[in-house]
């Protein structure tokens, strides 16, 4: 584990103060596990986004497609 110094405003350390507190923990911990949560978030956001952009088309295409007209016909008055 390494040691850190983060630097905040006042009133977002005052905020880290009692969430710790409410959450039974120190703040060196509730700021490691929201950043270890984020990591998290941002990996498995990324892996999609890659995934996604990788995906292949399940067929492939045999030439032109038709025009609308020949595909849907209109009846004649």
């Not at 039974?24 to 509730?30: D, E, I, M």
């Not at 984020?38 to 952009?53: G, I, N, P, T, V």
């Amino acid at each position: 584990m390494k040691n850190v110094t983060v630097t905040m405003e006042d009133s977002v350390a005052e905020w880290a103060r009692l969430e710790a507190a409410r959450r039974n923990t120190s703040v060196s911990r509730l700021v490691g596990e929201m950043l270890a949560e984020k990591m998290r978030h941002d990996d498995a956001y990324e892996r999609a986004m890659r995934e996604a952009l990788e995906f292949k088309s399940f067929g492939v295409s045999q030439g032109r497609s038709q025009a609308r007209e020949a595909m849907y016909p209109r009846g004649r008055s």
